[in-house]
């Protein structure tokens, strides 16, 4: 898996997925800047993140650039908000020409519009939901999961 | 003419009242229940409960029959979504969307709103053009807003009268490309000395125009 060593990475919103995304990248040699409106937020970082931190709204181009997006190879949205994740991702492809970009959904239905608009998505709502329906049908079958009906 | 409003408050109560006394067919989404219910009561409009960026609502709204979408919710990553997906999954011909960050009015053009206004700029446009001094008339704003042409009707006794072009110090990307003296059109040179009741054409970028009008007039823009 390539795990961002030598590139620079924006991650918008530290959160749970954000913070996780943000620190593992750092220690992995990537140069990080993590976003998030709240200070606060930053706190979940561990001590190893070695990464800048900017507060502000992402959703605001100022903010963007004062994380150097015109210098990053890779934007991630990680917001509790999915329609902020889309936004920052198109934003970052289409104005900043960031290589890749890549926003978080939680709604399955969004999606569509996620590919109508040529940018990438993660849906964990979806994820999370296929790997429930694999373990049932795993499940169903005698003796898969050793324990008793 | 078919519209969906997506946002709430007074704003879109007295929009949609508006279109409704022009004729206009007229579908409010808004995420309130409450809001909905007080709307539902006032208008003859279709209103629906929910949230506008879900591409279930904009079809539970009919948003395939709406010839535009008004987007004015507060949040810019919401109206943008909302013209968006009404634009590419539904087929709406025209979007428009109300942002708050000024700088998003271009960022939204360039991902295919149709347009996007912002409040800010046309409450600081009008601030600017009329409440500030009755001596200053925006001519023009050519190519949206990046260059304006301003003329200014210098006073008796403004820091500027008797002192040639060249030692103003005016900044670098601002010109007084004319000067209008007792009718007579004059194009300045560096030498050329202002006189109280000269009438100034002046073109400045946004970035100096506030500084520029301030060094003529000698009053806060």
Known sequence: ?149 | MNTLIVGGGKLVYFLCRTFLSKGYRVTIVNRDRAECVWLARRLKATIVYGDGSDPQILAEAQADGADAVLAVTPNDEDNLMICQLASLQFAVPRTLALVNDPDNEEVFRKLGVTTAFSTTRLLSSLIEQKAAFEDITSLASLAGGKVNVTEIVLREGAPVVGRALADLGLPADSLIAGILRDEQPIIPRGVTTLRARDHLIVITLPASHGRVLKMLTGEAP
Do not use: W
């Open chain 1, 1 to 149: 898996m390539d795990t961002g060593q030598g590139l620079f990475i924006i991650v918008v919103g530290c959160g749970r997925l954000g913070s996780y995304l943000a620190d593992k990248l750092s220690v992995a040699g990537a140069g990080v800047v993590v976003v998030d409106c709240e200070e606060r937020a930053f706190e979940s970082l561990s001590s190893e993140f070695g990464g800048f931190k900017v507060e502000g709204d992402a959703t605001e181009s100022a903010v963007l650039q004062q994380a150097r997006i015109e210098k990053a190879d890779v934007v991630i949205g990680a917001t509790h908000d999915d329609n902020a994740n889309m936004m920052i991702a198109q934003i970052a492809r289409k104005i900043f020409q960031v290589p890749r970009a890549i926003a978080r959904v939680q709604e399955p239905r969004r999606v569509a519009l996620c590919r109508a608009l040529a940018i990438d998505s993660v849906c964990p709502t979806a994820r999370a939901g296929d790997l429930v329906f694999q373990t049932l049908a795993a499940a169903s079958q005698p003796g898969q999961d050793g324990g008793q009906p």
